[in-house]
């Protein structure tokens, strides 16, 4: 693996020395990571230890107090309003609570992105929306409002919208929370099956371990405002170091 990381072609999203604090509150303190074109990097860490707040700063939601996010070796902490507008077109966000609209229909927030981003004609977005939604296994829902949705079905159009937009990167906030274990391993599989199927390279912030050692390439700890460790599912596993021994074995504090 190259040393020179950022000249390293296989490298799609570099981040140094991330921080951001809110008040006195320091949130990020210097997060350094490396994602790989086509992998799985899962960021895990316990409830508030930033994980939220690290993926916003990477889609450009909050702007970074200091440090560099480099996407294809460009610095998005320095990226102007065009700049973002061109790599929002590359990202895809599914948020932790799904953030459909409930004023439309299932169709109309599938296409919601496609409609505003897209010079796509409409007969192609309800072709796309259609395909999009066979992806995640819910065929011809396009005229149910969200409220008559379950938990599960709003993650998994949640992720059909996000697919449709054909994304180089996929974001997921705890894309598992919340869901029985069956519908949780659906939700996995289908992660890593729109991974493989659409070669978008994805990144996943949970507290799910389930969900990180079946479906991660690369798994990262957060604690304390920096990533303490980085390292393949069976390293991350067997780690000695305490912070993550505690988090794998689940020893209450
Ligand atoms: N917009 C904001 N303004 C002020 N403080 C914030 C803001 N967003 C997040 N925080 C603070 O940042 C810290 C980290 O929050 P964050 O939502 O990133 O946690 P998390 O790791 O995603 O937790 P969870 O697993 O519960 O979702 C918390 O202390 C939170 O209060
Ligand atoms: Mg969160």
Same mark, same amino acid.
């Given at each position: 693996m190259g040393k020179n990381t950022s000249m390293? /072609? *296989? #490298?799609l999203i570099e981040i140094e020395g991330l921080k951001k604090s809110f008040g006195e509150n320091r949130v990020l303190d210097g997060v350094n990571l490396k994602i790989r074109e086509g992998e799985i990097y899962i960021v895990l860490g316990r409830s508030g230890a930033g994980k939220s707040v690290l993926l916003k700063n990477m889609v450009g939601l909050l702007k970074p107090d200091g440090g560099r996010i480099l996407y294809r070796g460009r610095d998005l902490v320095k990226a102007g309003d065009d700049e973002w507008k061109r790599v929002r077109r590359d990202f895809a966000v599914v948020f932790q609570q799904g953030a +459909?609209?409930? !004023? $439309?229909n299932v169709g109309e927030n599938v296409a919601f992105g496609l409609r505003r981003m897209t010079g796509m004609k409409e007969d192609e977005i309800r072709e796309r929306v259609r395909q999009a939604l066979s992806l995640v296994g $819910? *065929?011809? #829902?396009?005229? +149910?409002? #969200? !409220?008559? $949705? !379950?938990g599960g079905m709003k993650k998994r159009v949640a992720i059909a919208r996000a697919i449709a937009l054909s994304p180089k990167v996929i974001f997921y906030d705890e /894309?598992?929370?919340? +869901?029985d274990p069956i519908m949780s391993a659906t939700i996995s599989q289908l992660i890593l099956r729109m991974n493989r199927q659409l070669g978008s390279t994805t990144f996943i912030i949970t507290h799910d371990l389930k969900l990180a050692f079946s479906v991660g390439y690369t798994l990262a700890m957060l604690h304390d405002g920096k990533i303490i460790l980085e390292a393949g599912v069976e390293e991350f596993r067997k780690s000695s170091h305490p912070v993550v021994r505690k988090f794998v074995e689940g020893i209450p504090d």
């Open positions: 390293d /072609p *296989e #490298i +459909l609209f409930d !004023s $439309l $819910l *065929e011809g #829902i396009e005229n +149910l409002r #969200i !409220s008559q $949705l !379950s /894309p598992t929370t919340g +869901l």
